[in-house]
């Protein structure tokens, strides 16, 4: 089955037009949306970068039954623990429309936890940890790590009926 998607870009687009686009799209019959989580526009004439998270609780529930999806970068401006929250509460809302597409950032956006920008081949590793990370506190474990990125008796109290798909981004 072919499906129609929309990308719901934050970083050109304000929150609210994004808003009535996915609106539209599905009464137009788009079958899929997804979202960049951007902090910045690629450039300062793109002039927006919206709340990615804050937007799809807004979008999944403006929608009937559009499916939805983010590319985020956990391990450096978000915790893979807060981002499994995240995660799950939007699947726990909303059933079998929730997916995630994880990656391992870009400069432009996650400089501003004033860090340092990490090698490659230091941010996948980051990432693998992450997503074993994410994984396991969907599954309802609770998570402990030291690494790359440090948990320290995690849990999600509120699970999704399902585990939500992770996808590398």
């Known amino acids: 089955m072919t499906v129609y998607g929309l990308h719901a870009s934050h970083e050109q687009i304000p ?82 429309r929730f997916w995630t597409a994880l990656g391992t950032g870009e400069a432009s956006n996650e ?13 996948s590793a980051r990432l693998r940890e992450c997503v074993d990370v994410v994984r396991a506190l969907l599954r309802g474990e609770e998570v402990s790590h030291d690494g790359l990125v440090t948990v320290d008796r995690a849990r999600l109290w509120t699970l999704p009926p399902e585990e939500p798909p992770l996808i590398g981004a």
């Open 15 to 96: 929150p609210a037009d994004l808003l009535d686009a996915v609106v539209r799209a599905e009464q137009a019959g788009f079958t899929a949306a997804m979202c960049s989580d951007h902090f910045s526009p690629w450039s300062v004439r793109q002039g927006e970068s919206g709340f990615a998270w804050s937007w799809l609780g807004a979008a999944l529930q403006a929608t009937d039954q559009m499916p939805f999806g983010v590319v985020n970068a956990p391990g450096q401006r978000y915790h893979p623990a807060v981002v499994a929250q995240a995660i799950a509460t939007l699947a726990s809302m909303n059933p079998g």
């Open 111 to 123: 400089h501003i936890t004033g860090a340092g920008w990490p090698r490659k081949d230091i941010r």
